[in-house]
């Protein structure tokens, strides 16, 4: 799987979108990217992911450049609750969900009141 | 949908001894679970890929003696510490790969905090 890069940790005022920014250069064409968070303490939770299009789901937005070599994961209004470490991953997903994943080490969002 | 448990939550042990926890997918079935481990302050690392009804793989580094899966049906995953010492006092977490549309997806439990006295 391709390798990515994230900052480590990111401020955001609550109710203000929070942008996390994660490259993938290495990115190949059947890769995909995902995203999941983990908050503190917890098992991580799926977000969302995409090929080369940008998505939106209930939680966020993921926006992927034109040459996937970038992606930024959008909460639109953040909460409090949205305090976590954010996982972007880069896999294939063409093997029926056999594969683990490989976790960076994320990025530390912190949201402040 | 697509609930994962572990259980215990929390367990105490004394060096030496075997603990045995819970992975079960409770309102899906899931043919590929896995088992990741985290130490304080790292990220997540895989350990091994477990599929219904056959042995499970091992990531490198990983002693299969020492950590113990079962897959004995769709639902359930289990992983046996043997012989448990302070080192392996870990965040031990499940998932399980989706189904259907979200086959690619893997969902979380809420994991297991192993210490060995």
């Known amino acids: 799987d391709a390798k990515t890069t994230q900052p480590t940790s990111m401020d955001c005022a609550e109710g203000r979108a929070a942008n996390l920014p994660c490259n993938h250069s290495?990115?190949?064409?059947?890769?995909?990217v995902y995203w999941y968070r983990q908050i503190h303490s917890q098992g991580p939770q799926y977000i969302i992911h995409?090929?080369?299009n940008n998505e939106t789901n209930e939680m966020a937005s993921l926006i992927i450049t034109e040459d996937r070599k970038s992606s930024t994961l959008i909460l639109p209004h953040a909460t409090l609750r949205d305090t976590a470490v954010y996982y972007c991953?880069?896999?294939?997903?063409?093997?029926?969900?056999?594969?683990?994943?490989?976790f960076g080490k994320g990025t530390h969002l912190i949201i402040q009141p | 949908g697509a609930v994962v448990s572990q259980h215990p939550s929390r367990v105490i042990c004394k060096s030496g001894t075997s603990v045995k926890i819970e992975c079960r997918s409770l309102?899906?079935?899931?043919?590929?679970m896995f088992w990741y481990r985290q130490f304080p302050k790292q990220s997540l690392m895989l350990m091994a890929t477990?599929?219904?009804?056959?042995?499970?793989?091992?990531e490198q580094g990983v002693e299969k003696d020492k950590f113990l899966i079962n897959h004995a049906s769709l639902t359930l995953s289990t992983l046996t510490v043997t012989s448990a010492h302070p080192e392996d006092s870990s965040f031990y977490i499940c998932?399980?790969?989706?189904?259907?549309?979200?086959?690619?997806?893997?969902?979380f439990g809420p994991g297991t905090r192993l210490t060995v006295l």
């Open positions: 998932s399980a790969n989706g189904f259907g549309t979200r086959v690619n997806e893997q969902f």
């Open positions: 290495t990115i190949s064409g059947n890769e995909y």
């Open positions: 995409g090929l080369k």
């Open positions: 991953i880069v896999r294939v997903a063409s093997r029926g969900g056999a594969d683990g994943l490989t």
């Open positions: 309102d899906f079935q899931a043919t590929t």
């Open positions: 477990s599929n219904e009804g056959s042995k499970a793989t091992y």
